[in-house]
């Protein structure tokens, strides 16, 4: 049986530009940083190309790693910092695709509450969505999403307030 190595280790090795070791990191990983992608973005396409340019630049990113606090961690910040970028650059804001118009439906068609909050979530403005995310769904603490995000840890609470504020609006109006 095979030794699995610990991820500090098999970081170390694909900074270094080991093929087997990043192979290795994106099945360990690679899930984690398309889910929260998706979590950031709202689409499945736009969390594909994120994870790619994630995987893309790991190897000279894990150089500036340095090992310093979860691995797991770090690559969650990374895959929000390369989503928030991606949408940045292309001015998008919650815009769907053709290719992802079945999802869209598919989501919308189910009933109950689940759909209603995707619903709304969707329709938050992009800055409230993102540190409900991060806060709530990801786990992050104020400092973290501050860190992240490049804003002060105070803004980062009143993003938190102002979402969920508005996520009872409109969670109200559908149900």
């Known amino acids: 049986m ?17 093929a087997d ?26 969390a594909d190309d994120v994870l790619q340019d994630v995987f893309i630049g790991l190897p000279e990113a894990l150089q500036k790693y340095g090992a310093r606090g979860s691995l797991e961690g ?45 619903r709304a979530l969707a329709a ?3 800055p409230l969505r993102t540190v409900f995310v991060l806060k ?7 400092a973290e999403i501050a860190e992240t995000l490049a804003i002060r840890s105070g803004t980062s609470e009143v993003r938190l307030f102002r979402a969920r504020k508005l996520l009872q609006s409109l969670l109200r109006r559908s149900l």
């Not at 095979?2 to 080991?18: F, N, S, V, Y």
């Open 74 to 118: 770090w690559l969650r910040q990374v895959a929000v910092r390369t989503a928030l970028m991606r949408m940045r650059r292309s001015g998008r804001r919650r815009e769907v695709p053709l290719e992802g118009a079945d999802e869209v439906a598919a989501t919308a068609a189910q009933p109950g509450l689940a759909a209603a909050l995707h």
């Open 2 to 18: 095979t030794e699995i190595p610990p991820p500090h280790a098999l970081a170390r090795r694909a900074a270094a530009g080991d």
């Open 124 to 126: 938050l403005p992009e």
């Open 21 to 46: 070791a990043l192979a290795a990191l994106y099945h360990r990983y690679g899930e984690l940083v398309h889910r929260t992608a998706w979590r950031v973005t709202g689409s499945a396409a736009e």
């Open 136 to 142: 709530e769904v990801e786990g992050y603490s104020h």
